[in-house]
């Protein structure tokens, strides 16, 4: 069958990115966070501390905070694949105009990609970059610079990065979607979550 070549045009260069914790990889696990001048720790999951970092209460007076992201480590024993996720992962990597990217907000990549391997992700046909921080817009920024995608779709399980994806597809002018992964279902109306 024959194409035009707006059709490939169109048609390609569909860059899709996937987070881990609580998206991918559904755990229970939580980041602890002490707060020295209250002596009180708070244990939130990951879609808690990212609402909790937007608020920028962090920001304000970070020597008053301490941290403890050991058990976001290397490999999420405790984790349970999300399939829903995982198979819509897969069905963009086995297509060829599709840039399948994860990107993470852990500081390594050993875990994730082991987990991902364990479950039959085709991770040899994936980007896998770790930003470190909560703070993922270099590593988006970083995929749109090196692939150029005419469109952008990113699954993810906390509102404030779909919207730090967003940002910077604005100042790229690409074309956005997100998909807000709460569990097993798949929220496609995100703008409407009232966080």
């Not at 608020?55 to 403890?68: A, F, L, Q, V």
Request: with cysteine.
């Amino acid at each position: 069958m024959h194409k035009s070549t707006d059709y490939f045009e169109q048609q390609d260069k569909h860059l899709v990115i996937f987070d881990f914790d609580e998206t991918i990889c559904l755990t229970n696990e939580k980041v602890k966070i002490t707060n020295f001048e209250k002596n009180v720790t708070l244990q939130m999951t990951p879609t808690e501390y990212s609402r909790w970092r937007s608020t920028k209460e962090y920001e304000k007076n970070p020597e008053i905070w301490k941290m403890d992201f050991s058990s976001f480590q290397g490999y999420p024993e405790n984790g349970i694949p999300n399939e829903r996720v995982i198979n819509d992962l897969r069905f963009y990597a086995d297509k060829d105009h599709y840039i399948v990217a994860l990107v993470t907000g852990r500081d390594n990549l050993s875990g994730p990609k082991a987990f991902m391997k364990d479950y039959y992700v085709p991770v040899n046909k994936m980007i896998l970059t770790c930003s470190g921080s909560p703070n993922k817009r270099n590593c988006f920024r970083s995929l749109f610079e090196t692939f150029e995608p005419k469109h952008v779709t990113i699954y993810e399980d906390a509102v404030q990065y779909i919207h730090q994806c967003l940002e910077v597809c604005l100042d790229y002018d690409i074309p956005f979607s997100g998909i807000l992964v709460n569990k097993d279902k798949l929220i496609y109306d995100w703008r409407n979550i009232n966080e």
